[in-house]
């Protein structure tokens, strides 16, 4: 924070830490006018049947289509994550939107609820209603999926709730394409004014949290920021959820038998915990494997030089992690230099003890970028002790002999505990946006242990329900109303009905 | 909070102030055990079909009923509500308690879901799961509905937490009564030891709240104490979430057409804002009404002594808030002196300027006792303007001149972003136990605009969704299983199918 009044964030290529161009904060009368504007257009968003705003999704997603092989360029430019991954990344952006769009029209997230009056008790109605304007902050390490219109951004407008977004300092250049983009397809499709903007810089980033106009913040990164922002809602006078889903390490389990065919294993973990250069915060970031197994060794074999990282700092951070890996007791195993000239870091795993791994040890920290732990265990009971030690996580993953490995109940059992999703075989990077996702987990992997970031109950995080009482047609919303006009699943009497909208 | 190391609470008779007996606080070696036995106790109560909960769940009711008439007499001892409302609510106890664990069985609240693996995602099972052990802060007006064993014991046990109560200091003894009936229910239709244990004092509710094995808190009573247990939960190393009920203003309107029969608004007002004393969270303290309309002193005339209050600190805190609106600009129109000898407190309606309703302004604030203010609008749009000012709360209520009303929609509307339950022609007092329920609402009224601690969704505090993907069914618990087991409702492939469990 600087007491200056014009600050900018300027863009870099991560390949060379040459600058790109600079993007000025916006001031604080500009974030206040997009506040007030979307403050404006919720009633109106809200109001709109779940089918419109799915148009209005549609047509941001068709959009982004239309312009992937510019995003892509630019984004290669900013981010340097390689051209393969970003195509794919755009896609998985379009699909999102759609997802959620198809998930707001669908209706069950209404959680609409009629119970007729009886001798007893009053006729009550019960829905889930938009929170209002929703302040998004974007992620470095996922410019499209978790950025400017990534999970939050789509699941909050899905939800009825307008959108101001913070974008990303890693990639301001890309992000002002995306919001013209989205605000053109907005527009377009007959959204009100209001209902997405996008603003530059941290003071911005503040005054959002703090302003009277936001209901909820959605949040992607690292703990220390998300916290942050935890805390500095929880100052308001009327607090708001944040709802934080930040880096952790994602635990990766080896059962006795299944580590029979360790070369693969080594270069699936390894795969794993370098893609995208370590910026993944479903990482697996240690590995738990058999004693005499030889996992440290044959992951040091498969290891191999990564590409630059997003930023200066996340670079930096890299080196002085592993520092503090190796002061808590961890030993280096193997380093490879990255490639390149920019920001490079080197792609490293480490060994450590398993009596090490205490709560409050920097061990059980995440380290955002390509590096991993390998520690390993004598027996499935010291393997679930040790489990049962760990910080909350987004995801984990176990490597068995089968479904039939007589380990495999228990170590399951043991790390569905610590996270929000347990992949059996599957390595924990890569998150589908399906309805039975869920991308979250127990503090600190997240702010609130019962929401997701991605999947169809995203949306749930951005309504609140509100209940009517002996209330005629007259004064219930469409999704109450007796003739049932948004044809929505409904429960009437304690029943579940289909609906018919999609 | 003092430093001698015995303590005890006395329990009192209102209508006297004369004491009925102590019970010494529980020694934190206790408390500790109790959690000690809930968090051993919290895999197999997790693990517990839920049809096998709601046998335990009814055997607590059933034994409730069976010893109603000990319960009332103690109650009211202790309580002086009288037996009718008393008895009332004994019954109400019973049946919220089987009700939350017919939802339960019913499985909607698990949110069972199976996506199969398609050509780019894999499978994903997701289901709620329970949190672990729950602290329970009774209500001191509710001993029976929000007591002991009332909506918060009902719905975390029916989720399948652990349940650890802190006993309201208004009735230990009643407290101690309805923790030994459950405790030996419990026992006796096989649940595990450790499912339920009951504390007492206040440094034991601060142990319960600090505690590693607590994995969230549930709270029903004041803004004070409520907003104390979410600062010492954000304090804690790893962060749970405290699910806060909290006293508010729930306004009252009465619409310009409204206000053709005066007189019996007038009486219904007044026995709502007066039963229990006033000591209702739902208590109506404000009526809006049209200018001129005479309501001040309609309600004046209606105003009628009331019981004693629950505690000497309930007592001489109406006295107090009192002095703190007329110190905000309102004035006294009636004060009735409360009858009794005991802790009575004297029902007051006061009148105040709708311009002096300002963020911040002690008017706004909830009077935890027999208290009204009554103020007059202009017109509807003066009127919006003055809700949009007011506190979130947890209802609120809209008299209209029927269904036809032009004003009712837009007064609705408004009062809808206030709250979490608007009531068209009923006073918000009553709380029906029904799958629409919404008891909670917008900051300041609870801590986490998505609770409710009536109604079905109770049971949604206490769990959190986890994601098992590519899982075989072998480590698959049985709500994901292929074979459904517990005949769920679930939703495959996107398509929500109905169960038949119940």
């Given at each position: 924070v600087?007491?200056?009044l014009?600050?900018s964030?300027?863009?870099?290529?991560?390949?060379?830490?040459?600058?790109?161009?600079?993007?000025?904060?916006?001031?604080?009368?500009?974030?206040?006018?997009?506040?007030?504007?979307?403050?404006?257009?919720?009633?109106?968003?809200?109001?709109?049947?779940?089918?419109?705003?799915?148009d209005?999704?549609?047509?941001?997603?068709?959009?982004?289509?239309?312009?992937?092989d510019?995003?892509?360029?630019?984004?290669?430019?900013?981010?340097?994550?390689?051209?393969?991954?970003?195509?794919?990344?755009?896609?998985?952006?379009?699909?999102?939107?759609?997802?959620?769009?198809?998930?707001?029209?669908?209706?069950?997230?209404?959680?609409?609820?009629?119970?007729?009056?009886?001798?007893?008790?009053?006729?009550?109605?019960?829905?889930?209603?938009?929170?209002?304007?929703?302040?998004?902050?974007?992620?470095?390490?996922?410019?499209?999926?978790?950025?400017?219109?990534?999970?939050?951004?789509?699941?909050?407008?899905?939800?009825?709730?307008?959108?101001?977004v913070?974008?990303?300092?890693?990639?301001?250049?890309?992000?002002?394409?995306?919001?013209?983009?989205?605000?053109e397809?907005?527009?377009?499709?007959?959204?009100?004014?209001?209902?997405?903007?996008?603003?530059?810089?941290?003071?911005?980033?503040?005054?959002?949290v703090?302003?009277?106009?936001?209901?909820?913040?959605?949040?992607?990164?690292?703990?220390?920021?998300?916290?942050?922002?935890?805390?500095?809602?929880?100052?308001?006078?009327?607090?708001?959820?944040?709802?934080?889903?930040?880096?952790?390490?994602?635990?990766?389990?080896?059962?006795?038998?299944?580590?029979?065919?360790?070369?693969?294993?080594?270069?699936?973990?390894?795969?794993?915990?370098?893609?995208?250069s370590?910026?993944?915060?479903?990482?697996?970031?240690?590995?738990?494997?058999?004693?005499?197994?030889?996992?440290?060794?044959?992951?040091?074999?498969?290891?191999?030089?990564?590409?630059?990282?997003?930023?200066?700092?996340?670079?930096?951070?890299?080196?002085?992690?592993?520092?503090?890996?190796?002061?808590?007791?961890?030993?280096?195993?193997?380093?490879?230099?990255?490639?390149g000239?920019?920001?490079?870091?080197?792609?490293?795993?480490?060994?450590?003890?398993?009596?090490?791994?205490?709560?409050?040890?920097?061990?059980?920290?995440?380290?955002?970028?390509?590096?991993?732990?390998?520690?390993?265990?004598?027996?499935?009971?010291?393997?679930?002790?040790?489990?049962?030690?760990?910080?909350?996580?987004?995801?984990?993953?176990?490597?068995?002999?089968?479904?039939?490995?007589?380990?495999?109940?228990?170590?399951?059992?043991?790390?569905?505990?610590?996270?929000?999703?347990?992949?059996?075989?599957?390595?924990?990077?890569?998150?589908?946006?399906?309805?039975?996702?869920?991308?979250?987990?127990?503090?600190?992997?997240?702010?609130?242990?019962?929401?997701?970031?991605?999947?169809?109950?995203?949306?749930?995080?951005?309504?609140?329900?509100?209940?009517?009482?002996?209330?005629?047609?007259?004064?219930?919303?469409?999704?109450?109303?007796?003739?049932?006009?948004?044809?929505?699943?409904?429960?009437?009497?304690?029943?579940?009905?289909?609906?018919?909208?999609?």
């Open positions: 600087s007491t200056t014009t600050h964030e300027t863009s870099h290529d991560p390949r060379t830490g040459q600058p790109l161009g600079d993007r000025p904060d916006s001031p604080p009368e500009e974030v206040a006018e997009a506040l007030r504007a979307a403050a404006a257009a919720a009633p109106d968003v809200a109001a709109a049947a779940p089918g419109v705003r799915r209005w999704l549609y047509a941001v997603a068709d959009a982004v289509d239309a312009r992937a510019e995003l892509v360029a630019l984004a290669e430019a900013e981010t340097a994550l390689g051209h393969p991954r970003l195509t794919g990344e755009v896609a998985r952006m379009a699909g999102q939107l759609r997802f959620y769009a198809d998930v707001a029209a669908e209706g069950s997230w209404l959680g609409a609820t009629l119970d007729p009056a009886t001798a007893t008790a009053p006729a009550l109605a019960r829905v889930n209603v938009p929170l209002g304007p929703v302040a998004v902050f974007g992620a470095s390490n996922f410019p499209f999926g978790f950025g400017v219109l990534g999970n939050d951004t789509g699941s909050a407008l899905a939800a009825g709730c307008p959108v101001v913070k974008a990303h300092p890693a990639h301001p250049l890309l992000s002002d394409l995306l919001g013209t983009i989205a605000g397809a907005l527009t377009g499709a007959g959204a009100p004014a209001g209902t997405f903007a996008l603003v530059h810089g941290f003071e911005a980033g503040t005054q959002l703090l302003a009277d106009e936001v209901a909820a913040v959605g949040f992607t990164g690292s703990q220390r920021a998300g916290l942050h922002l935890w805390r500095l809602a929880n100052g308001r006078e009327r607090v708001v959820p944040v709802f934080a889903e930040m880096g952790t390490v994602n635990p990766a389990v080896v059962t006795p038998d299944g580590a029979a065919d360790l070369t693969s294993l080594a270069a699936g973990f390894v795969g794993s915990f370098t893609l995208g370590g910026q993944f915060c479903t990482k697996p970031g240690l590995l738990l494997a058999p004693r005499g197994s030889g996992a440290a060794e044959a992951v040091a074999e498969a290891l191999a030089p990564v590409g630059p990282m997003l930023t200066r700092t996340i670079a930096a951070s890299v080196d002085s992690c592993v520092d503090a890996l190796v002061a808590a007791g961890a030993s280096i195993v193997a380093r490879v230099p990255g490639d000239a920019g920001w490079s870091a080197a792609a490293t795993v480490l060994r450590a003890d398993l009596a090490d791994l205490r709560p409050g040890s920097p061990l059980l920290d995440e380290v955002f970028g390509p590096v991993a732990l390998v520690v390993e265990y004598d027996d499935v009971a010291t393997l679930v002790d040790a489990l049962d030690a760990l910080q909350g996580a987004l995801a984990g993953s176990v490597f068995g002999a089968g479904p039939d490995d007589a380990d495999l109940p228990a170590v399951v059992d043991a790390l569905s505990h610590k996270v929000g999703r347990v992949a059996i075989g599957d390595w924990p990077t890569g998150v589908a946006w399906t309805w039975g996702q869920q991308h979250g987990g127990p503090w600190p992997a997240t702010t609130d242990p019962s929401a997701t970031s991605v999947g169809a109950a995203a949306l749930d995080r951005f309504v609140r329900p509100v209940t009517w009482q002996s209330a005629p047609d007259t004064v219930l919303p469409p999704s109450l109303q007796a003739g049932n006009p948004w044809r929505l699943p409904r429960r009437v009497g304690g029943v579940l009905l289909a609906g018919d909208a999609s």
